[in-house]
């Protein structure tokens, strides 16, 4: 069994969901599989309409990874400042977060590259304040970062236990194009 | 993999009379400003290839270098100006206002690696079609152009069942937090991976 069949397993039940871009034609260079959690963010209900806002545009930001744009990746832990894409503390853990940072709250989606240019996402948590039931991450080495860490790794062992994420020292090893290091 | 695409996101901005949705105006708005900033960050490093370098840049722009890096790394702050220093600085350009219609677009062949089972259960177009689905029934079942055909519905949980993703196609239940282990358990985690 490899990670390409569990993944079909997980699309099939609907443990894992492909995000597609929202609009017919745009161009899908890489792959972003979600979790039923991010799903629900992503496609509501909200319970306001600054909710359905700010969730409308952390799906355009997920998108810029499935499209293909240009991505920043910082592969070293508490440096990511502008970068979309963040490798968290511990590095050998491979746990990266993609950085939606506007409006506020910025949003932070955890998940694991299952083979390059193939990100799982499979948690959230919002950065600064709480929001949408959730408590905020706040400063790098909050508790609360550790926690959501921990999540996204329980959720991996659920879908893939017994399969790593892929490792590297080098964005082209997780982005193979549109990508630069931060 | 040749999979259709679900186009009920575009519903209320096709229809022509009814409100468009506040998300969907914040996705759109978030959207060109990503696709801005692809567009001038391909064009720096088009000219990076050429010799330009961040530090030049931003000399002819009167400009900070870090805030050049900061702008180059990121969207989040640009304006109308700022997208015009960029062009200009970079590559003696300027935006062309153009338009084009967000309707009506020709599919996409590739959606997914070939290994990708895409095509067996499209769970997001289902889920968008649904409110559509509805409104079809309260209206007499008059059928709705570009529907897809309705998916079995999947057993209604027993409660608590969804706690867990990996239950099979049990609809996520229709709440925007969610359901998490306790924080006790999980600072317990923690613990042992500290001390580990």
Not at chain 2, 133 to 145: F, N, V
Request: charged share 25%; with cysteine; aromatic share 8%.
């Amino acid at each position: 069994m490899s990670i390409r069949e569990e993944i079909n397993r997980r699309l099939a039940t609907g443990a894992l969901l492909l995000l597609e871009p929202a609009l017919v034609g745009d161009p899908v260079e890489r792959t972003m599989l979600i979790s039923p959690e991010i799903d629900r963010l992503l496609s509501g209900p909200w319970d306001t309409e600054t909710d359905e806002r700010r969730a409308n545009r952390l799906r355009s930001d997920l998108e810029r990874f499935v499209t293909g744009q240009y991505i920043g990746l910082c592969l070293t832990p508490y440096e990511a400042q502008t970068a979309y894409m963040g490798r968290l503390d511990r590095p050998e853990d491979e746990v990266w977060d993609i950085r939606s940072v506007d409006p506020s709250p910025g949003l932070r989606v955890f998940g694991r590259f299952a083979e390059v240019d193939v990100f799982v996402a499979l948690t959230w948590q919002p950065r600064s304040k709480d929001w949408g039931g959730r408590k905020a991450l706040r400063g790098g080495k909050s508790l609360e970062w550790h926690l959501a860490i921990l999540e996204c790794h329980r959720l991996w062992e659920e879908l893939f236990s017994g399969f790593q994420p892929i490792r590297g020292g080098e964005v082209r090893d997780y982005v193979s194009a549109n990508a630069f290091h931060v | 993999v040749t999979t259709s695409q679900p186009t009920h996101f575009m519903y209320e901005i096709e229809a022509g009379d009814i409100p468009i949705p506040p998300g969907k105006l914040a996705y759109f708005q978030e959207r060109l400003r990503n696709r801005i900033y692809h567009f001038v960050l391909s064009r720096f490093f088009e000219a990076e290839r050429n010799g330009l370098t961040k530090a030049l840049l931003a000399r002819r722009l009167g400009s900070d270098p870090a805030v050049i890096s900061r702008l180059l790394g990121a969207p989040g702050n640009w304006t109308l100006d700022t997208v015009s220093n960029l062009l200009l600085g970079i590559a003696a350009e300027e935006l062309e206002p153009a338009s084009s219609s967000v309707l009506n677009r020709k599919h996409r062949n590739f959606v997914a690696p070939d290994w990708l089972r895409t095509q067996e259960y499209n769970w997001i177009a289902e889920k968008q079609a649904q409110p559509l689905r509805q409104l079809a029934e309260r209206g007499g079942g008059a059928p709705i152009p570009g529907l897809p055909p309705a998916i079995s519905p999947a057993p209604v949980p027993e409660p608590g069942v969804h706690l867990s993703l990996c239950t099979g196609r049990t609809p996520p239940p229709a709440q925007f937090g969610r359901p998490r282990p306790s924080r006790g358990l999980l600072q317990e985690l923690l613990g042992e991976r500290n001390a580990a």
